[in-house]
């Protein structure tokens, strides 16, 4: 692997993508870290501990999400936008027909994705800024009350504005990658919302070990093997495929035989992807977190962040929106 980058940094063309990619993770890094004006977030807003669908989230958003930057909402309502356009496509004709016209029906379904991912990111960003109004995250007069009239409306605004504006950002510059970097801009940004996380999590480890503790001392390095083996198991099976032998038949023109090889039609093993996982983490929780976001108040807090586990985002949520 080492070898195949020495030999591509070589080559002008893909040194510039290489940079130029490098600098757009670097835009987004820094954009994760500036935080958004009148919140009041002194550490970082607390998410829970276990799988919730907010520590999910700050996952995806490489932390930006638990320190209330501008890049918060990351770029989850293009991939909400995205899943959408391709289901819709299926059930509406005009897109139907679009999808079929070539390079430029695929043209106007971009642009429609990128109206709809605003959209999204709009209506996360105004669920965002009830969840913080509702934990008390922004700012407050200076008599320590929170602002009222006008002066709370423009707060509102203001943070929604900007989160909106991120969202539409991270588009944009994942749009970059793919066309003057390296491509694949979006999975990119995701990628490296995610690894940032790893200095975060090593650090931890470290701690443990730290403790000296004999059971962090045996658990640690089981951790590190398990998390190897689950990659390269990962990489194995999304590379797998299944070759069907292909004959074909042998037919004579004139007086030369032609035909009669026989080779084989790759199948992937798992052609889907990780699109079910995406579908499945980004829809069902959807009623909880409406509920949380819109309906919790600062007394509820707490009772609303213990309801937001898996065990209970997709059996109960409908259960639990409708009951309020």
Known sequence: MIKTFVNAWKVADIRKKLLFTAFVILVFRI???????????VDEINVGKGNTILTYLS????????????????????????????????AIPALERLQKEGEEGRKKIGTITRFVTVGLGLLQSLAYFFFLRANGYLMKDASGAAFTGFDAVFQAVVIIAVLTAGTAVIMWLGEQITISGIGNGISIILFAGIVSRFPTLIKQLFQYLDTG???????????????????????????????????????????????????????????????????????????????CS???????????????TPSRVTLGGMRVCTSC
């Open 294 to 308: 819109f309906l919790l108040t600062s007394t509820r807090a707490p009772a609303g962040r213990s309801s937001l």
């Open 31 to 41: 954009g994760s870290v500036i935080p958004v004006p009148f919140l009041n977030i």
């Open 213 to 291: 503790r004999t059971v962090y001392k045996v658990l640690v390095p089981v951790v590190c093997v398990i998390f190897l083996l689950m990659i390269a198991y990962i990489v194995f099976m999304d590379n797998s495929e299944r070759r069907l032998p292909i004959q074909y038949a042998k037919r004579v023109v004139g007086r030369k035989m032609y035909g009669g090889q026989s080779t084989h039609m790759p199948i992937k093993i798992n052609m889907s992807g990780v699109l079910p996982i995406i579908l499945h983490l980004l829809f069902c929780p959807c009623p909880v977190r409406c509920r």
């Open 59 to 90: 996952l995806m958003t490489g932390s930006a999400f638990t320190y209330g930057t501008i890049f918060a909402m990351s770029i989850t309502p293009y991939i909400n936008a995205s899943i959408i356009m391709q289901l819709l496509a299926v």
